[in-house]
């Protein structure tokens, strides 16, 4: 049962990525790091792969596969237009999906300018059967219970931010070889875990996510995102943001929430601390200077923030001079 384990997947990928390098252009097809491409690992049983395209003009690209998998995708950056064997859904920044598919076509619609940021893990029908089948005596296998007589079914909810942490630790991986894959492994399988209990498990999981919130709406949160990132030194209030975005407070606190799984200034908190930590790694910078450069005017208060969020003073992380 288990010889070429992660085929089926790998497969899957594959196929998207080489319709999207035909279409687009770049010199993604093989399997590294950088803008306009793709990065990739397969463990003994698991595909991770992590994408980051800039599309460089309007794009419609179309794939087919007879293979069947399980995936867990996180988009962090981007948005366009999907239609799976004739359902129709958006990419959704800061949103999580659980995706069962087999003998399925598929379309990707991207505007121009669009970055797409994601990161797949690609789980065999087999082991995702290994794994639920104890849930339940049915005949059926849970991956053909789930799906069912169709060939794409989503479940679909904002990044928890209870798994923000486990996401960096997939991403900066302390091992080679070996180690490097039962690493990555166990952090991807911990992802799935999380997300399959929620989506199939909790009695709530089923409830619709996206449902309240037009294609509007959603972009002009997405720009209320940008607006406060650009200004995380010196950010502006909730009715100023809303003003600026042309969209009222409420909903934007309530579409923020939906679309990036915590509130705007929640979010300002991490996306400041995430700045002023590359700020210390990369730049020549003292600690009070990249407080400042985020938008903490008292250092103690920076100080303290930045030691519950990432464990140690922010002094840690300062680049030594050369």
């Not at 049962?1 to 097809?29: K, L």
């Not at 104890?134 to 989503?154: E, I, K, M, N, Y």
């Not at 042309?246 to 200034?265: P, Q």
């Not at 020549?284 to 303290?304: C, I, K, L, T």
Request: charged share 25%; hydrophobic share 35%.
């Amino acid at each position: 049962m288990n010889q070429g384990i992660g085929q089926e997947s790998f497969s899957i990928f594959d196929t998207y990525f080489e319709a999207m390098t035909r279409h687009h252009g770049t010199n993604g097809t093989d399997r590294t790091t950088g803008t306009d491409g793709k990065s990739g690992h397969m463990s003994s049983r698991l595909e991770i792969v992590r994408t980051d395209w800039t599309i460089r003009r309007e794009r419609e690209v179309r794939c087919i596969s007879e293979s069947a998998m399980v995936e867990l995708s996180f988009c962090f950056e981007g948005c366009g237009q999907v239609e799976v064997s004739g359902g129709a859904h958006d990419l959704q920044e800061g949103s999580c999906s659980l995706q069962l598919m087999r003998d399925f076509s598929a379309s990707f619609r991207y505007e121009q300018g669009t970055r797409v940021r994601t990161l797949a893990l690609g789980m065999p029908v087999w082991l995702f059967n290994a794994y639920h089948s104890s849930v339940s005596a049915a005949a059926a296998s849970p991956f053909d219970r789930l799906l069912g007589t169709g060939s794409f079914r989503q479940f679909r909810c904002p990044i928890l931010p209870a798994t923000r942490g486990l996401l960096r630790e997939l991403e900066d991986c302390p091992y080679t070889g070996a180690m490097k894959d039962m690493y990555l492994e166990a952090k991807a399988l911990e992802l799935f875990a999380v997300y399959t209990n929620r989506f199939l498990y909790e009695k709530d999981s089923q409830a619709p996510v996206s449902g309240t919130l037009s294609r509007t709406d959603r972009q002009k949160i997405r720009e209320a995102r940008e607006e406060i990132i650009r200004r995380m030194d010196a950010p502006p209030s909730l009715l100023e943001l809303s003003r600026i975005v042309g969209i009222n407070d409420y909903k934007l606190k309530l579409g923020f929430k939906e679309l990036y799984g915590t509130s705007v200034f929640a979010y300002l908190r991490e996306q400041r601390l995430l700045k002023a930590c590359e700020l210390l790694r990369t730049g020549d910078m003292s600690v009070s200077e990249a407080a400042a450069r985020v938008g903490y005017m008292n250092f103690s208060h920076f100080a303290e923030a930045f030691r519950r969020r990432f464990g140690v003073n922010p002094s840690v992380y300062r680049k030594e001079p050369q």
